[in-house]
C-alpha cells in the first residue's frame, strides 16, 4: 500500500477541470513542498508536469497546476483535453514511498 | 537535449542475473544524482534505487537490498543496475531518471523491460 494515496480513476468531459488529490502524512507532504506529478501515456515514460507544489517545467501547458493543503497535494488539469487521458503519479520526498499508487484520467 | 537510454533488459530465469545499464547525454552527468524506478505490468512506479553523484552512496528500496546493485562510470556517463537473485516479482519495465534532488525527475529513458520467469 501506498504512502502517497491517489484516487484509482478521475473523469471530465472535454472543456471542463478535473483535480486529482494525492494524500500524504506530516512527514511528506506535509513536511516539504517538494511535491511532483507525472503524467504517463500507455507505453511511454512518465514526464514531469508540477514540481515543487505549484512550478510548471518548460513546455507544460498552464491548464496544468499544482496546489497543496496540510498533507494533500492536488493536481488540477482545466480546459481538458483528449491527449490530457493518461495515467497521473504524484511524488514526494520524505515519505515511506515515493510516489503515489497512480490515477487514471479518462476524458469521456 | 537531455537524453537517456536503457539497455540490457530481457527474459532470464528466476535466480539469475541481469546488468541494466544507461547511457546519458545532454548534461553533465557527474554533477546529478540518478536513480532506477520500475513499473510492473499494469502496476504503479516504484522507486527502485538512487546513486550520490560521485558514486558514494547507494540507496535502496526494502525489497531489493542485498540482491541489486546501483553504480556510475562518469567518466563514460553510464548507469547501471546489477540484479542479482532475481524473482517473478522482479518483472517490470526499468527506466532510469535523472534526480534533480528530493526524488525530482526531470528526465526518464525509455525503459527496458526485464521478464524474470521459468
Not at chain 1, 501515456?41 to 498552464?62: F, N, W
Not at chain 2, 530481457?10 to 540518478?34: E, H, I, K, N, Y
Amino acid at each position: 500500500q501506498s504512502a502517497l494515496t491517489q484516487p484509482p480513476s478521475a473523469s471530465g468531459s472535454p472543456g471542463q477541470s478535473v483535480t486529482i488529490s494525492c494524500t500524504g502524512s506530516s512527514s511528506d507532504i506535509g513536511a516539504y513542498n517538494y511535491v511532483s506529478w507525472y503524467q504517463q501515456h500507455p507505453g511511454k515514460a512518465p514526464k514531469l508536469m508540477i514540481y515543487e507544489v505549484t512550478r510548471r517545467p518548460s513546455g507544460v501547458p498552464d491548464r496544468f497546476s499544482g496546489s497543496k493543503s496540510g498533507n494533500t497535494a492536488s493536481l488540477t488539469v482545466s480546459g481538458l483535453q483528449a491527449e490530457d487521458e493518461a495515467d497521473y503519479y504524484c511524488s514526494s520526498f520524505g515519505g515511506r514511498r515515493v510516489f503515489g499508487g497512480g490515477t487514471k484520467l479518462t476524458v469521456l | 537535449e537531455v537524453q537517456l537510454v536503457e539497455s540490457g533488459g530481457g527474459l532470464v530465469q528466476p535466480g539469475g542475473s541481469l546488468r541494466l545499464s544507461c547511457a546519458a547525454s545532454g548534461f553533465t552527468f557527474s554533477d546529478d544524482w540518478m536513480d532506477w524506478v520500475r513499473q510492473a505490468p499494469g502496476k504503479g512506479l516504484e522507486w527502485v534505487a538512487n546513486v550520490e553523484p560521485d558514486g558514494s552512496m547507494q540507496y535502496y528500496v526494502d525489497s531489493v537490498k542485498g540482491r541489486f546493485t546501483i553504480s556510475r562510470d562518469n567518466a563514460k556517463k553510464l548507469l547501471y543496475l546489477h540484479m542479482n537473485s532475481l524473482r517473478v516479482e522482479d518483472t517490470a519495465v526499468y527506466y532510469c531518471a535523472r534526480n534533480r534532488g528530493w526524488y525530482l525527475y526531470d528526465s526518464w529513458g525509455q525503459g527496458t523491460v526485464v521478464t524474470v520467469s521459468s
